[in-house]
Nanobody, 119 residues
Framework: QEQLVESGGGLVRTGDSLRLSCTAS????????MGWFRQAPGREREFVAN????????YYADSVKGRFTVSRENAKNTMTLQMNSLKPEDTAVYSC????????????WGPGTQVTVSP
């Protein structure tokens, strides 16, 4: 059973940066596609970014393109999300997820970490 745990959230000001990490326990991390999602209060969960198992294919939501960077280090079972130029609208609970391929549903989820950006 793969388990995911996020870390790195916190309270920052507009324009600041944060670096989130997602660490997986288990043996399948390096073969799974990974993604970041976020959910703000009263809103549906939305896609932020995803990265293929090799790191060779990456997609971003338009709302974060140019500001966020996703990366992974399979040897350490870790995926990161570098968030720069943060805005109040980035405030949300950020969760990481894993799936076997683009044709599979997101199978594993972390509990999430809160990111709050003050004006």
């Amino acid at each position: 059973q793969e388990q995911l745990v996020e870390s790195g959230g916190g309270l920052v000001r507009t324009g600041d940066s944060l670096r989130l990490s997602c660490t997986a326990s288990g043996r399948i991390f390096s073969t799974y596609h990974m993604g970041w999602f976020r959910q703000a209060p009263g809103r549906e969960r939305e896609f932020v970014a995803n990265i293929s198992w090799s790191g060779g294919t990456i997609y971003y939501a338009d709302s974060v393109k140019g500001r966020f960077t996703v990366s992974r280090e399979n040897a350490k079972n870790t995926m990161t999300l570098q968030m720069n130029s943060l805005k109040p609208e980035d405030t949300a609970v950020y969760s990481c997820a894993a799936r076997f391929s683009d044709y599979h549903t997101w199978e594993y989820w972390g509990p999430g970490t809160q990111v709050t950006v003050s004006p």
